[in-house]
């Protein structure tokens, strides 16, 4: 046995343990797509989709998706260096007149925005300072920028939405530039970001700007939709959003949204974007198709799935859950302990309604949870249905009197 064999299967010790057990709740597979569902063979309503708008199966989109399957086929086989079509521009155009900025530039990946996002504006003239509580996304391409050879940023960590701290490591940070790191609404905990204190705290000091992660907040926050900046009224005080299509716009594909300098900046020195294959036209008219409706009816869209989520969240509260720091649609049902979260998660799915676990490391010990998204898509009955089993088994399994479980026999 290889050192690589032995470091597998040393740590894949865990989710042997839960297949044994028959509580590993990962990598499902889906044999149709949606909120709803079929997996194995029944119908599963999922709550853990991201497709907060519930406009991914829309039929305009699938009609425009299959319309530019038949002209440009599934991929361009290239970069965009050599494999820009009118369709990328068009639509790059028009997210940065709807979202207000000057230009916008489309990765194929949202995780890939952020890398080559990060890795092209920092150097060693530039402290980067995170939330720790930063997405995967934002770690990982610090981690990139601070690996370069002779070019590498300071990092340096705040405590999560504390202006207090922010402020702390602006005033101590060893570099003349500094890009602080947030996210508008945080996917694991279901909060929003304090965007006006930390952007005061930021604006204190010259050399200091705020780069922001919006894919939960797009679609969902602001009168339209725009996102976090909108809800607030902070237009031209962020000079640098990253977002997603992999969300409200059905698809899959990164937003970088700036002033024009310093998106062509990215767009020629973004090794994420130079050296990764082209956003499929398909995935591009999919987002396009969905913008119009943004455009159309966004206000109508989002006003729902508010309304749906301010019922579940009522509900949930009502009941006794602890939904942890969430105020979004995104609500955390804290479990606390890994066996409760896996054991619940379990006889959910086997009822018909999918909530994926959050457990160590995703997430710190004691503070399991499952997700709950709730979407504009999800029917009361879906609701209903949901808070029904939730109960059932929340009293169950001991998660709404927080007593212990029983320890699980060998």
């Not at 949202?110 to 990060?118: D, L, P, R, S």
């Not at 979260?341 to 004691?366: C, D």
Request: with cysteine.
């Amino acid at each position: 046995m290889s050192w690589m064999h032995k470091k597998a299967h040393d740590a894949l010790a865990r989710i042997r343990e839960a297949k044994d057990k028959q509580v590993y709740p990962y990598f499902r597979q889906f044999e149709s797509g949606g909120l709803h569902a079929t997996i194995d063979g029944k119908p599963i309503i999922n709550f853990s989709s991201n497709d907060y708008l519930g406009l991914t199966t829309h039929p305009k989109v699938k009609e425009a998706s299959i319309a530019a399957v038949k002209k440009y086929s599934c991929g361009l086989s290239s970069s965009r260096v050599q494999a820009t079509t009118t369709a990328h521009v068009e639509l790059e155009e028009r997210l940065a007149n709807w979202f207000g900025f000057e230009k916008c530039l489309t990765f194929t990946t949202g995780y890939q925005a952020m890398v080559g996002t990060i890795m092209s504006l920092a150097d060693k003239d530039t402290t980067l300072i995170l939330d720790n509580l930063a997405h995967a996304c934002i770690l990982d391409g610090t981690f990139m920028a601070a690996g370069t050879p002779r070019n590498a940023p300071e990092v340096r960590f705040f405590n999560h939405n504390s202006a207090r701290s922010l402020r702390r490591v602006l005033k101590t940070r060893e570099r003349e530039n500094a890009l602080v790191c947030i996210e508008g609404i945080y996917s694991l905990d279901g909060d929003e970001a304090k965007l006006s204190e930390l952007l005061e705290a930021t604006e204190e000091h010259e050399n200091a700007a705020i780069l922001l992660d919006d894919a939960h907040g797009t679609g969902t926050l602001g009168k339209g939709g725009r996102g976090i900046i909108e809800k607030y009224g902070f237009e031209g005080r962020v000079p640098v959003v990253v977002s997603t299509f992999s969300k409200t716009f059905g698809g899959i594909g990164g937003i970088l949204l700036g002033d024009a300098d310093i998106v062509d900046h990215v767009k020629h020195f973004a090794r994420s974007f130079l050296f990764s294959a082209s956003l499929p036209v398909p995935v591009v008219a999919a987002a396009a198709t969905i913008l119009d409706m943004l455009e159309d009816h966004g206000e109508a869209l989002v006003s729902e799935l508010h309304s749906k989520a301010a019922y579940m969240r009522k509900s949930l509260l009502e009941i006794g859950f602890d939904l942890g720091d969430s105020d979004t649609h995104i609500m955390p049902v804290m479990c606390r302990e890994e066996r409760k979260a896996l054991f619940t998660h379990v006889a959910m799915f086997e009822s018909g309604v999918m909530m994926v676990p959050i457990t160590y490391p995703g997430v710190k010990k004691g503070e399991e949870r499952l997700r709950l998204n709730v979407t504009r898509g999800h029917s009361r009955e879906d609701m209903d249905q949901a808070l029904e089993l939730l109960k059932l088994f929340g009293e169950s399994f001991f998660i709404l009197s927080g007593e212990e479980l029983a320890p699980m026999e060998e």
